[in-house]
């Protein structure tokens, strides 16, 4: 069948498996072939990530079950296709969070290694690699390896960030957040350019838990980067109202709508986004504090509308996610002064701030600036992400694996300095190239 990313584009042909343990994988392997295999989980990485066209692509979600808790730590053993979403449903209301989590609950604990996510506290907590105790990984050879940053550490840092190809992740124990209640309290500010949130950022994001700007990329002049900051913590029992005290741990993640395939392509455009973004920034107070916010509103507020993917129409979107260093502010401000006199929009954008990376050779978050944007499939796209790749690369950033579907090997070979030892590590463990995909072909990685 036909497989795209979550951006819907540049869809290939594989033999999709569904699988649910390392007997199945293993009978998949066998069979061999010239293609290779390659992982799936809940398909929200943004690119051709989880694509392998004319091989196999296993379907891990039907691995999903929940094998130990320890209500003490908070530690949980799960197989690989149990995702966030689900981990919330069954854990939030024992007061226990995911450590980390992005910007949708639609993520399989797999999928979230692979590609060592990060969420909005990632200069408080880093990515979700670093709350993993160990993972059960099934070699090209069959044999399964348990690795973790205490053993064989290189083979479980190629992994944490590796998409998938250096075999595949069967099981992982993850330590959880302990939590009070469901609830965060919330502190809202408005910014009228990109200098007053970098400096507000810079000044205060130490203070929050969590934190992140949804940012104008269509306004100009002194209006670019204007911004809508939120960044809070977890409540505490006695903080709630009343109502709420008698049930704090209260815990619902419903979609509430889907989005009909119906949408034509050119909807999202520069004046409808405008629109969008002007109504957006202004319904948003200037400044707000201590505001309850629930889980979902919070973290993952497009979750509430299933396969929202659609209305960028039948061409798709093109997930653009880079990082450049503190230090490198100009050249965050020249990418957006490029973005927002382009022509081209998106309708969604947020710049957040990294704290320190961890030795993943291919995980994405490093101390600096990151700036993820939405931007509709059309003419000219390319010509601009190119530009801003070269941009990126020159301050000495990087884009994120998990979104790309376009970048130029050389250059990112220029982001990644510790791409020829993840290459080493995959080369002892896969000598064959068993596990491969799409993107690991077009990057040659």
Known sequence: MALTGWGRTAPTRADLVPVRG????????????????VAR??????GDAAQNAGGSVLDMTGADRVLDADPVTGEVEVEAGVSLDRLMTLFVPQGWFVPVTPGTRYVTVGGAIAADIHGKNHHRAGSFAQHVAWVDLLLADGTVRRVGPDRDADLFWATAGGMGLTGVILRARVRMKPIESSRLVVDTDRTPDL???????????????????????VAKGRRMGRSVLTRGRFARREELPARQQADPLRYS?????????????GLLNVATVSAFNELWYRKAPRRRRDQLQSIPAFFHPLD?????????????????QFTVPFGQEAAMREALERISGSGHASFLAVLKRFGPGNPGLLSYPSPGWTLALDIPVVTGLAALLDRLDELVVAAGGRIYLAKDSRVRPELF???????????AVRERVDPHGVFTSDLARRLAL
């Not at 989980?41 to 943004?46: M, Q, T």
């Not at 993640?253 to 392509?265: M, T």
């Not at 070979?413 to 290459?423: C, V």
């Open 41 to 46: 989980g809940l398909a929200r990485s943004y």
């Open 195 to 217: 200098d007053s949130l970098m400096n507000l950022l810079a000044g205060t994001d130490h203070l929050y838990d969590y934190s992140v700007a949804w940012i104008d990329c």
């Open 413 to 423: 070979a220029r982001m990644y300095p510790e791409l020829d030892r993840f290459r």
């Open 22 to 37: 390392e007997d199945d994988v293993r009978a998949v392997l066998a069979q061999g072939g010239p293609r290779g295999v």
């Open 253 to 265: 993640g419903a979609v509430r709508l889907s989005v009909p395939d119906v949408f034509p392509p």
């Open 304 to 320: 509430g509308v299933g396969a929202w993917n659609r209305i960028y129409g039948p061409r798709g979107f093109v997930q653009y």
